[in-house]
């Protein structure tokens, strides 16, 4: 069966089948809002005494494993194994995680907190030390950060602030390509080919060509 996540106000995860329109399973470890849900699916490679058989007697060297993650204003992003709804790695942060984005091209994941940071994190190795971009800096946003999207090696990021601002993902610098809105910025995102950006505000979309800013 297919399944549908959701999170809520009420701290909780909840998995619903999509056949039967029934809640099957609620998963419970943050203690405060949960501010976003991403999927990622993985495939590893696994070694020779690890090999799946199937029914008809293959085997195949790869392992399919799906992790939900959540980001939390009690600090923390919790990484969830689908099968048994089990939380299998917590990261602590030190502010709100407000939104977060899996990076298309590579296994990383960027959230943006409340101290108008962006972290990008290596998925790959847990153990090496997140990207840092500090967005607040002086050619930066002056509010929050409330959603990012990506292109190839290009980080857009939207603002309370009314504007939508450009990062290279490889340096953490600023780029000089900035996009006003006339209201706050609730969602952007970059259009399948990456030559246009849509911005929802107030109770309109704008779009912008990007055809010259990605050539």
Known sequence: ?????????????????????????????????ITALLLLKSTQKRTDQS??????????????????????YDKTIKFWDINSHKCVRTINESTWILTMLLHPLNNALIISTYDGSVKIFNLENPKSKPQII???????????????CVFETTLYTASFDCSIRTWDIKSGKPLPYIFLCKFP?????????????????ANEIESWNLNKLHK
């Open 185 to 201: 910025i609730t969602s952007i995102r970059i259009g399948t080919q990456g030559n246009h950006l849509f911005a929802s505000q």
């Open 134 to 148: 500090d967005c607040y800096c002086a050619s930066g946003h002056v509010k929050r950060i409330v959603s990012l």
């Open 1 to 33: 069966p297919m399944f549908i996540y959701t999170a809520s106000h009420d701290h909780n995860i909840c998995v619903w089948n999509t056949r039967t329109g029934i809640c099957c399973a609620v998963l419970q470890d943050h203690s405060n809002i």
């Open 51 to 72: 090999l799946n058989q199937s029914q008809d007697g293959t085997t195949s060297d790869t392992s399919h494993t799906s992790l939900l993650i959540s980001a939390s």
